[in-house]
């Protein structure tokens, strides 16, 4: 098989930017808030490990699924972006959760995990659509749709590496630290919900969006 590089490549910085292991920290730092410290490092691996069965998941069956259901790329990036906003809107105002969501988070301090972390943080509606594309049945074949499965466990394990290395910062800024940047970062994530939903308009054809004012790595993955 001969390798395309630079293809290679860019479908691995588009890997890195949709699932973005620095910009999953914050989300990381939130979540454990109320989580043992001994218990960190299992969070992290939990996160990691059920966000790696939904992309491959996703990566073996998410096309089958979308076209089994007729439903549009365009339509599934609107719902995540919706769901990214809704979670953003919980980081920047810290609205309570209901008395059972409490409860369970009280019996089960790994629960956190599952959401916020590994759903949407890392496996967000952006990764879920770009391994779609990215391993397109009409387009790549079975040894390129194996190189971007391999490609994505490394973003993966990289993800994992910058969490654990997390527990560090959490003890040096403290709940008051982390609360800020979860703030702040849910402002950002918000702006990212907002835009993948405009995107979605966009891929309809609902709306005429107009291109950002810098090429993104996620051109290539951009539904037609």
Known sequence: MIFDWTSLIRDFVTLLVVIDPVGTVPVYLFAVQSVPTRLHRNFAIRAVVISTLVLLVFLVGGQYLLETLGLRLGSFQIAGGIVLF??????????????????????????????????????????????????????????????????????LLLTLVILLAANVVYKVIGNTGVSVISRVMGIVLATIAVDSILGGFDALGVLEVSPPALDSPLAKVAPD
């Open 86 to 155: 809704l979670f953003a809107m919980t980081m920047i105002f810290g609205v309570s959760k209901p008395a059972r969501e409490i409860e369970e988070a009280e019996r089960d301090h790994l629960a956190g995990a599952v959401f916020p972390l590994a759903m949407p943080s890392i496996a967000s509606p952006g990764a879920m659509l770009a391994i779609v594309v990215l391993t397109d049945n009409n387009t790549e074949t079975v040894g390129e749709q194996a190189i971007t499965a391999a490609m994505l466990i490394v973003v």
